[in-house]
């Protein structure tokens, strides 16, 4: 018989609706019964293309004698952390106090106060390398609340306490300078691998907003350091086993320095980052790899992640059906030298396997290898390649697909907005820009209420039940306004606007300029989330900061200004000490620093020659964080565009910044030297 979570929008709460434990969804009515029964609560946060979720819920969750006695003694509450991100930070926070380490599943046991006692992630069925089994845990824990409840409720109400004072390093409402960026760069320096590409060891995280950072660095500085890092790092993930040779995309990490075997899990938000980055790498060098991978990564999102509603589901499962029912990691994506000689013949085949380093002993489990391009001398005839890609790819397709996780997260679809959006303008893909387009109409349509609220999921058409976090907000207002520079309609800027008032409104502390991940009128947990860190994707403070800097840009809104120079304030203090954790926050501080540039185009419409030769020259400035309004000199779609005439009759660009504008040109060579200066 289903559970509680028969009727939830989210993959991972329904992959769970036949376990045998009782499992609640997150909601008052779980603590009230817990508080009826005089049980503790049971927490299990995850997420649908976790690994190891999905290992503890088969020896687990599936049992029948554990689940028995979870529903026994424990009210179960089942959590999608990409669902409830700020539920996740929450107990996240108290398990790594308390640990020194966190990740997912976690495992929390909870008063009927929602006050935690008990902290883990994963627990296997049998004990093993020190851990207890999981149900020697629940038997521990059920013996606690039983014989010593005192004794539980003063480490509860501890936790909480010290939970309160742990009140984040707030550098003060100044945004950072030339100084501590400068510090930020050195920081980067050491902390790179010179060897590899990338940041610190294993296990390696694509740091795609530090590769933002160095590239708007180089723009602005001419700092060749940081560009040779951005460059070759992306170089180097490029080649790497984290990204997919056939299909395009990345995984979400490499479990060595290396990049060469990936956890395979692919997740928008990282494709969405990384299509990006790749896009302004190209902007930057016009390099031709970078180029590739931008639209492989693109054209990756839009093939396997766009859903029948226009948005994009938020993973692929790293594990798949090997073939016999079972499910095994990575097993879609791998190959040995004999399932190549299979598919390919023997010549082909040793061709493949030298191209992409196949080898007999193999780069993973039982001798496959996953497809890399490793550095080697001679040439390779592109057809010959293109077409041993093509069948590969073929059979790849006949292997039993990763499950997809189909939930529509807001704020990753705001990041893939901006990313395809600005992909397809720079390399005339006009298919880009119109997914883009699908994407943020959805976001309107379904996600947005009549006070542009928004809601932080969505499935299959039907509105999950949680509200947007700030990143919601501030990431679907990036996607908006990027859309509007890439198309000239001023009605993505009036829903970016409407968004970023409520973040002025609901979430940033009038008296410092700090922001909360939750809005001032959300649910009440037993602390109210706050972390300016960038980790796999933008935190919401330095997304929020970005976006507010941008609308500033194109509107000339003073208190959006200040918002966004208060809001930097946390990247002062935390840029010189941990740059790679707030790779976005340095990014925007870029843009700060250099104005950022205002690009005004004014035209004789969409399809004018003249127009868009200069519209598409101030795409590809390199000044960090550059605006663009495109559009007719009669036009009030973007308040830039007011007051700009033609020039001589002629489509003509208007460069300001900081209440400074250079003189109007006409001609595309002039802008580009004005948006390098």
Not at 149 to 156: F, G, K, L, P, T
Not at 201 to 223: D, W, Y
Not at 392 to 399: F, I, K, P
Request: aromatic letters at 8%; hydrophobic letters at 40%.
């Amino acid at each position: 018989m289903p559970n509680r979570l028969a009727h939830e929008t989210s993959p991972y709460l329904l992959q769970h609706a036949d376990n045998p434990v009782d499992w609640w969804p997150w909601s008052e009515g779980a603590f009230a019964e817990a508080r009826r029964r005089g049980v503790p609560v049971h927490l299990s946060v995850g997420y649908s293309s976790c690994h190891w979720c999905h290992v503890l819920a088969r020896e687990s969750f599936e049992d029948e004698a554990v689940a028995a006695y979870m529903n026994e003694h424990f009210v179960n509450i089942k959590v999608d952390r990409e669902e409830r991100p700020d539920v996740d930070a929450v107990y996240m926070e108290a398990v790594q106090a308390a640990t020194g380490q966190g990740g997912w599943p976690m495992t929390v046991f909870l008063t009927a106060d929602a006050e935690p006692f008990y902290f883990g992630t994963y627990f296997p069925p049998a004990p093993r390398q020190g851990m207890p089994s999981f149900r020697q845990v629940l038997e521990g824990v059920r013996s606690a609340w039983t014989d010593r409840r005192d004794e539980v409720a003063d480490v509860a109400g501890k936790i909480v306490r010290d939970l309160a004072g742990r009140e984040i390093s707030y550098g003060g409402p100044e945004a950072p300078g030339e100084q501590e960026l400068a510090q930020a760069l050195l920081g980067l320096t050491r902390e790179y691998d010179a060897q590899r590409g990338g940041f610190g060891g294993a296990p390696k995280f694509p740091p795609s907003m530090v590769i933002e950072f160095l590239l708007r660095h180089h723009a602005r500085t001419g700092a060749e350091g940081a560009l040779q890092m951005a460059q070759d790092t992306c170089e180097r993930m490029a080649r790497g086993g984290i990204y997919d040779q056939l299909g395009g995309g990345f995984a979400r990490y490499s479990v060595d320095r290396e990049w060469t075997v990936p956890h395979f899990e692919k997740m928008l938000y990282d494709n969405a980052l990384l299509c990006r980055a790749y896009a302004h790498l190209w902007r930057a060098t016009g390099s031709e790899s970078a180029r590739r991978v931008a639209l492989e990564t693109a054209d990756f999102m839009v093939n396997e992640l766009r859903t029948p509603e226009g948005g994009f589901a938020s993973a692929l499962d790293a594990d798949s059906d090997d073939g016999t029912g079972k499910h095994v990691e990575g097993v879609y994506y791998v190959w040995t030298p004999q399932q190549l000689r299979e598919v390919l013949g023997d010549d082909d085949a040793e061709l493949a396997a030298r191209y992409f380093g196949v080898t007999e002993e193999g780069t993973f489990e039982q001798g496959a290898s996953v497809l890399q391009l490793p550095q080697q001398d001679g040439l390779f005839d592109a057809e010959k390649i293109a077409s041993i890609r093509e069948r590969l790819l073929g059979e790849r397709a006949t292997r039993p697909a990763p499950g997809r996780d189909d939930k529509v997260v807001a704020a990753w679809n705001g990041l893939a907005v901006a990313a395809l959006a600005e992909t397809g303008a720079y390399f005339d893909r006009p298919d880009l820009v119109d997914a883009a387009l699908g994407a943020a109409d959805l976001l309107v349509r379904l996600h947005l209420d009549d006070h542009a609220r928004i809601a932080r999921t969505s499935k299959d058409g039907r509105l999950g039940a949680n509200a947007g976090v700030l990143e919601d907000y501030a990431d679907v207002a990036e996607g908006f306004l990027a859309l509007a520079s890439v198309t000239g309609e001023g009605v993505w800027l009036d829903f970016a606007g409407f968004l970023l008032d409520h973040v002025l409104a609901r979430f940033v502390d009038e008296e410092s300029g700090a922001l909360y991940d939750t809005a001032a009128d959300a649910e009440r947990l037993i602390r109210r989330p706050q972390d300016p860190t960038d980790n796999a994707a933008p935190s919401g403070w330095t997304a929020a900061a970005g976006a507010l800097l941008s609308y500033a840009a194109q509107t000339g809104s003073e208190p959006h200004r200040t918002a966004a120079e208060r809001a930097l304030g946390v990247v002062k203090a935390l840029g010189p000490r941990v740059p790679r954790f707030i790779g976005w926050g340095l990014a925007v501080a870029e843009a700060n620093l250099d104005g950022p540039r205002e690009i005004a185009i004014v035209g004789a419409g969409p399809d004018d020659k003249a127009t868009k030769a200069l519209h598409r020259t101030a795409l590809l400035g390199t000044a960090p964080g550059a605006v663009v309004a495109v559009g007719t000199a009669d036009s009030d779609e973007l308040p830039l565009l007011a007051d700009r005439p033609l020039v001589g009759g002629e489509p003509a660009a208007y460069v300001c910044r900081n209440f400074t504008c250079d003189a109007p040109t006409t001609d595309p060579e002039r802008l580009q030297a004005a948006l390098r200066s």
